[in-house]
């Protein structure tokens, strides 16, 4: 335990100090802003089935009318992470905001309301063409794809081999995305197939920018937290203090060597909300 509070452990860099202090300081100014699977929500083998911690939605309550705003970034469409979170209609949650499929789609809880972007056109050709790649290279076993709307996605965790799969699938993937104009966004044995141009860190940072924050936390679990980790070290360069968390750090080493701060799993990191919101209002 650090010397913040009983209730938060000390980031383990300088710049993870500055950013925590920044948003205990001024916590009206700050935005704190969270990945959902693996971060919010435990990993499961069927991602239909992924649902937020159980304390997750009164960490959040408690936690988001003390800050500037909470957002949910994520790669899943914004009404199912507002689904799978249970983020609609909770007291204190009144301005929550979800920037699913990576900033193009958001949901505010004002409004309840999803407002999205044009879909890729590439996204129906692959969705089309992927069944038969897979047959094709005989990856049927133990894998399957998830449609998610403005992007698809093969996973392989259920594969005989997860990690010899998704190595065998990751080539041909991006090129299969390639010929349409999009990109492969690799993660925990999952290669989504996504637009290029729109990822977390571009979402993180327009928000940042929206909201006028003067200090932000972000907190993810994968690969694709990677960019949200580059728009927080970018702001903290242009002056704007952050704190980066890692929710976990066996499968992901690359996010865990990058953060401030690694907590254990979504366990962890509503732990932390938890934590932060008790100091907030202590010092307050």
């Given at each position: 335990?650090?010397?913040?509070?009983?209730?938060?452990?000390?980031?383990?860099?300088?710049?993870?100090?500055?950013?925590?202090?920044?948003?205990?300081?001024?916590?009206?100014?700050?935005?704190?802003?969270?990945?959902?699977?693996?971060?919010?929500?435990?990993?499961?083998?069927?991602?239909?089935?992924?649902?937020?911690?159980?304390?997750?939605?009164?960490?959040?309550?408690?936690?988001?009318?003390?800050?500037?705003?909470?957002?949910?970034?994520?790669?899943?469409?914004?009404?199912?992470?507002?689904?799978?979170?249970?983020?609609?209609?909770?007291?204190?949650?009144?301005?929550?905001?979800?920037?699913?499929?990576?900033?193009?789609?958001?949901?505010?809880?004002?409004?309840?309301?999803?407002?999205?972007?044009?879909?890729?056109?590439?996204?129906?050709?692959?969705?089309?063409?992927?069944?038969?790649?897979?047959?094709?290279?005989?990856?049927?076993?133990?894998?399957?794809?998830?449609?998610?709307?403005?992007?698809?996605?093969?996973?392989?965790?259920?594969?005989?081999?997860?990690?010899?799969a998704f190595e065998a699938l990751r080539g041909p993937i991006a090129d299969l995305a390639a010929r349409h104009g999009l990109i492969v966004e690799p993660g925990r044995l999952v290669l989504e197939v996504r637009p290029p141009g729109i990822?977390?860190?571009?979402?993180?940072?327009?928000?940042?920018?929206?909201?006028?924050?003067?200090?932000?936390?972000?907190?993810?679990?994968?690969?694709?937290?990677?960019?949200?980790?580059?728009?927080?070290?970018?702001?903290?360069?242009?002056?704007?203090?952050?704190?980066?968390?890692?929710?976990?750090?066996?499968?992901?080493?690359?996010?865990?060597?990058?953060?401030?701060?690694?907590?254990?799993?979504?366990?962890?990191?509503?732990?932390?909300?938890?934590?932060?919101?008790?100091?907030?209002?202590?010092?307050?």
């Open positions: 335990m650090g010397s913040y509070s009983d209730a938060l452990p000390e980031p383990a860099t300088a710049a993870g100090r500055d950013g925590l202090t920044a948003v205990l300081d001024r916590p009206g100014d700050s935005v704190v802003a969270l990945d959902f699977d693996g971060t919010l929500a435990d990993i499961v083998p069927d991602p239909e089935q992924a649902r937020a911690h159980p304390e997750a939605v009164p960490a959040l309550a408690e936690l988001a009318p003390l800050v500037a705003s909470v957002a949910v970034v994520t790669g899943r469409p914004a009404g199912v992470a507002v689904r799978y979170g249970g983020f609609a209609g909770v007291a204190g949650l009144e301005h929550l905001v979800v920037l699913g499929h990576y900033g193009a789609e958001r949901w505010d809880a004002v409004s309840g309301t999803v407002h999205a972007q044009p879909e890729h056109p590439g996204v129906a050709a692959v969705r089309a063409e992927l069944p038969g790649l897979l047959d094709a290279m005989g990856a049927w076993q133990g894998t399957w794809i998830e449609e998610k709307g403005r992007a698809v996605a093969v996973h392989t965790r259920r594969a005989e081999d997860p990690q010899a990822d977390k860190g571009i979402a993180l940072a327009e928000y940042v920018r929206e909201t006028k924050a003067a200090a932000v936390v972000y907190a993810g679990d994968d690969l694709g937290d990677l960019a949200a980790f580059a728009a927080v070290d970018k702001l903290r360069s242009d002056g704007v203090p952050g704190l980066l968390l890692c929710s976990g750090s066996s499968e992901v080493p690359e996010l865990a060597e990058r953060a401030d701060l690694l907590l254990p799993g979504p366990a962890g990191v509503v732990g932390f909300l938890a934590g932060l919101a008790a100091t907030i209002k202590r010092r307050g």
